[in-house]
């Protein structure tokens, strides 16, 4: 997302959020460290979602570990948030959550998507995963697809 905002010339101006309720995740996600073998497959989607440039211009690689330029972090908040127990925190023009609601059953889907519903500002959009969507959740009626192989959402009421 750093770097999509990035290229189009909105990264200074934007707030990204990372949370997880696993503090050792966070912690990883603020190193901006990764395997050398996953960057093939980064690459592959940044040139599907329309990387304007060299991906490889964006990381260095020393001793087989990638370090993303750290430029990307710097409008970058890290946060302990768990979607079960936790509420709302701000107002958020995009929201992804993928591969989350998957573990759960469907009162705690609703609750989660209640809350990601209370969060998203009108016209926002949601990104899940590709086996989740918003059809059978009591806020279905409040987006529209966008995408539906992607599971992307806009939020219209």
Known sequence: ???????????????????DMNEHVLKKAKMGSFPIEKMQLYTKNYMQAGGTRAFSEYYTVKNGVVQFEPFLKD???FA?????????????????CRNVMIYFNEPLQNHVHGLIY???CTDGYLGLGNKEGVVF????????????????YRKVK
Request: with cysteine; charged share 20%; glycine share 6%.
């Open 75 to 77: 409008n970058m908040v």
């Open 118 to 120: 209370e969060s998203l």
């Open 1 to 19: 997302m750093a770097i999509l905002l990035h290229e189009e010339g909105l990264l200074h101006k934007s707030r990204l959020y990372g949370t």
């Open 80 to 96: 302990q948030h768990n979607l079960v127990t936790d509420g709302s925190f701000n107002e958020f023009q995009v929201i992804i």
């Open 137 to 152: 959740t009591t806020h279905a009626s409040c987006y529209e697809e966008v995408d539906g192989t992607e599971t992307f």
